[in-house]
């Protein structure tokens, strides 16, 4: 299957100190669907994921090898200006973390960085993205108090329309819904499932039921090592790997 | 009763009669200063400057030190957040977490807090010469300044850490750089105790004698140039104590009950603020 | 693809430079306090050999004879006699709070030591004059059967102890607290008591830690200047009780700032005391805080 690609990953390797956390990783992430990276703890999901926009080199002994080419741009040459590479993709984290002041200023804290400063345009930003993140109408009434108040499944909704608000390509989650409770699980599924027409998602999450519901395409990672990807349906009912077939089977964790 | 139980017994004892006692001295001394202090403290000390006189037990008052000390203080302080700010957050948002640079630098801040305010006070009589600048108020700026800095780059690197990592990260991958988010992250969300951090050091600018013996030089009038002499609290306490006249003593005592109350005004200023300014902070 | 710098990245990155000059500054700032300290005492280092600087106790600045032995043991003894009385008192008071007080308790007790911390050396002095010196003159002196005018080294070791309490206790709970409870608790399972654990246990792992905290007191006995100032006398004699006045370095220089200019060498002398007091103070902060990170290290 040929897919059109925003990310392609090269010979990926990371170090931390002594230890291999990744081994040589080539991968290209399918556009405009959702791509679901599963494995057991500690297998380096989330540190594939970081890489993906450069957030794991403020770590003091970190060594990366290899390429990561978005829009054909490799982001680990340290001479590349990330800023603008992560602009482009929104990012959610295992739990929620609004910025230290208001519901508004949250969602619009990043247009404000690139350059908008136009109130009224500022104004329609926010409510659109708290719409898109489905949270408006719940905030509508208090969008200048503290976004500290919200609870947490809101917080979480509320991270996911500041990203948006960047106006990203992809978005990246990182078990974005781990923190919540069913309900609000559900209503971030709903919500990446509609977002999926226009963005290139990609979530990590170790709840399979999780990646077979939502999930297009399906990334396989044992203990550093990409042991198989490829489209949800195949690994799922077809693996051809041992080792992913028993990890499905839940027979390891 | 067991041997070990007896034993237990008699330390747990000896504990607290130690806590007891390290109380108290404290109780002691604010007691002290308030019982002593009080009979001779009137309107005039703090609404006026010494007249002439003054230290053979005439009238006037100690404004001249209070305004002073709090200008000295002020400006030391300002001096002292121009630097600290920045080398906190360079510590923190744009160096590596823990790398050797990190700790080195921690290492040296943790040194410097421990030198004696005297020694601030001498080397800073040492860059006044050099520059041919007599005592006065900026010389005693400056001393304070040295002397207050690192404690405030160490107390503001403390709150500034406890910023959670994924906050920055949040921001970084919003597209922000470092600068933005130090400013707009980092600095907003450890805002309660970046100004706690500053005023206890304020606190500590004012209460200090020795690092402005050397540079502050001493003065009757309030300080109308940062060229010109100051009088400071700590040192109207000294030289009034130094007198042998009982009124003048008495007006000694006065001037450190005022003393203290303003350090306890500080500290309490702290505490509440810091409660007060927790409305954004994300836990 | 190459991105054309813009005004966000200059902005950047001229901050990352201006912060890291700062952050820089800041450093060095021990280097020149202790180069331009140096620099000032070279005229009194060259004039005498350091040995007649340091084990002589003759102080005649008029005829240029400049020893330093009675003010460097006015220091020790001062430090001494603090130190003895604050380090059990620090301790007891250290494990009371973090084994056996609870934490209503050790809520209401800490901000009461940071206030302790926060009153200036002036009022310390103060106090000291108007309670602790009377009492030595009143009632201990009589009772060890000697005069004394109360102002003396007993007194600034005083003053100076409770000086330092907050330091000592402030740094030692730090280290109890961070003796894992696990620790704790093995000890209790096999039958020992609270005290027999914190005795065996606790205060076997925290004992480099306790050593830190005291050594930090230490350092800042020494360099203490106005409080002992105002209460030990100030006669330059070696003294030989504790009953005996003293004249400490830091005393030394702060009492003749005055004077500094007129009589030859003798701001070089004061310049080189300040200098004795930072370069003793430096080697007991970086002891004290090299055995602190080995101990946190250890700890975990
Ligand atoms: N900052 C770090 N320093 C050192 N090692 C780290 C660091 N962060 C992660 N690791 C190690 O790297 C490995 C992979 O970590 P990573 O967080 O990517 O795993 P993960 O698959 O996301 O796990 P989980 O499902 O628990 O979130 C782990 O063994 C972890 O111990
Ligand atoms: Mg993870």
Redesign the pocket.
């Known amino acids: 299957m040929d897919y059109q690609t925003h990310i392609s990953v090269q010979n990926l390797n990371v170090h931390?100190?002594n230890?291999q956390?990744l081994k040589n990783i080539t991968l290209n992430i399918p556009d405009r669907k959702i791509t679901a990276i599963i494995?057991p703890?500690?297998?380096?999901?989330?540190?594939?994921l970081k890489s993906f926009n450069r957030l794991i080199d403020s770590?003091e002994?970190v060594k990366i090898s290899g390429r990561v080419l978005v829009d054909d741009e490799n982001i680990l040459d340290p001479k590349t200006e990330v800023t603008h590479i992560r602009k482009k993709m929104g990012l959610l984290l295992q739990k929620p973390y609004p910025l230290p002041m208001s519901i508004y200023d949250n969602v619009a804290y990043g247009p404000r960085i690139h350059g908008i400063k136009n109130k009224k345009r500022l104004d329609e930003i926010v409510e659109r993205f708290l719409k898109k993140a489905s949270l408006w109408d719940e905030v509508k009434e208090r969008i200048n108090q503290p976004a500290s108040m919200l609870s947490v499944g809101q917080q979480q909704r509320l991270c996911l329309a500041r990203g948006l608000a960047v106006e990203p390509e992809i978005i990246l989650g990182?078990?974005p819904t781990s923190a919540l409770d069913p309900q609000s699980s559900q209503r971030i599924e709903q919500t990446f499932v509609e977002l999926k027409q226009d963005y290139t998602i990609v979530i990590?999450t170790?709840i399979l039921r999780q990646a077979r519901r939502m999930a297009d395409y399906v990334v396989f990672?044992y203990l550093?090592e990409l042991i198989e990807h490829g489209p949800a349906w195949d690994i799922f009912n077809h693996p051809k790997q041992a080792l992913t077939r028993e990890y499905i089977k839940g027979l390891i964790s | 009763m067991e041997r070990r139980n007896i034993e237990e017994k008699i330390f747990k004892g000896l504990m607290l009669l130690s806590t007891m006692v390290i109380l108290s001295s404290l109780v002691l001394i604010l007691l002290t200063v308030l019982v002593k202090g009080l009979p001779y403290l009137s309107l005039a000390m703090v609404t006026q400057v010494p007249q002439g006189g003054y230290y053979l037990g005439k009238g006037g008052g100690i404004l001249n030190a209070i305004v002073g000390s709090l200008y000295l203080a002020g400006g030391a302080t300002f001096l002292a957040i121009l630097l600290s700010l920045p080398v906190a957050l360079y510590l923190n948002v744009y160096s590596k977490s823990d790398s050797k640079f990190v700790s080195a630098c921690r290492f040296t801040f943790d040194v410097l807090c421990g030198v004696p305010s005297i020694v601030y006070g001498a080397f800073g009589f040492t860059i006044m010469i050099f520059f041919g600048m007599r005592a006065s108020l900026l010389g005693g700026i400056i001393a304070i300044a040295l002397l207050i800095m690192p404690m405030m780059i160490r107390s503001m690197d403390e709150v500034i850490r406890l910023v959670p990592r994924e906050l920055m990260d949040a921001s970084y991958a919003l597209g922000a750089n470092r600068w933005e988010t130090a400013l707009k992250v980092v600095v907003r969300q450890s805002l309660p105790g970046i100004l706690t951090s500053i005023l206890i050091a304020f606190g500590r600018g004012i209460g200090d004698a020795a690092a402005v013996i050397f540079t502050a030089g001493f003065t009757d009038a309030i300080p109308t140039s940062l060229l010109r002499p100051v009088a400071t609290l700590p040192l109207a306490i000294f030289f009034q104590l130094g007198v042998p006249i009982p009124e003048v003593q008495g007006r000694a005592y006065a001037s450190a009950l005022i003393l203290t109350i303003m350090i306890l005004i500080i500290s309490l200023a702290a505490r509440l603020l810091s409660k007060k300014l927790t409305r954004h902070v994300v836990k | 693809m190459k991105v054309p710098m813009s005004a966000r990245r200059v902005k950047d990155i001229m901050a990352s430079k201006i912060m890291l000059v700062l952050t820089l500054a800041a450093v060095a700032l021990i280097f020149f306090m202790v180069a331009g300290l140096y620099f000032k005492s070279r005229p009194i280092l060259a004039s005498q050999p350091l040995s007649e600087l340091f084990f002589s106790s003759r102080w005649r600045p008029f005829r240029g004879e400049f020893g330093f032995l009675s003010f460097i043991m006015g220091t020790v003894w001062v430090t001494g006699v603090a130190v003895l009385i604050a380090v059990p008192l620090c301790l007891l008071t250290s494990i009371y709070l973090s084994e056996y007080a609870n934490s209503k308790v050790r809520e209401w007790v800490k901000p009461l030591i940071d206030i302790l911390a926060g009153i200036p050396s002036v009022v310390f002095g103060v106090w000291g004059m108007l309670v602790v010196v009377p009492f030595i003159k009143d009632v201990v002196a009589p009772f060890a059967g000697v005069f004394s005018t109360g102002y003396s080294i007993l007194a600034g070791g005083i003053v100076l102890a409770i000086m330092i309490f907050p330091v000592i206790i402030h740094v030692s709970l730090e280290i109890f607290r961070a003796v894992p409870q696990e620790v704790r608790e093995a000890s209790l399972a096999v039958g020992a008591t609270r005290w027999q654990t914190i005795k065996h246990v606790v205060m076997r792992k925290a004992l480099p830690g306790v050593a830190a905290a005291v050594v930090l007191g230490i350092s800042r006995a020494f360099g203490e200047t106005m409080a002992v100032l105002m209460v030990v006398g100030n006669v330059a004699k070696i003294p030989h009780s504790v009953l005996d006045p003293a004249y400490p370095l830091p005393a030394l220089i702060a009492n003749n700032y005055g004077e500094m200019m007129s009589i030859p060498l003798y701001d070089s002398a004061l310049m080189l005391a300040a200098l004795i007091l930072l370069l003793v103070v430096l080697l007991f902060n970086a002891l004290s805080k090299m055995i602190l990170i080995r101990v946190q290290r250890s700890i975990r």
Do not use: F, W
């Not at chain 1, 500690?42 to 594939?48: H, S």
């Open positions: 931390y100190g230890q956390v494995g703890s500690g297998c380096g999901k989330t540190t594939l770590v002994g990182d078990e990590v170790h990672l550093g």
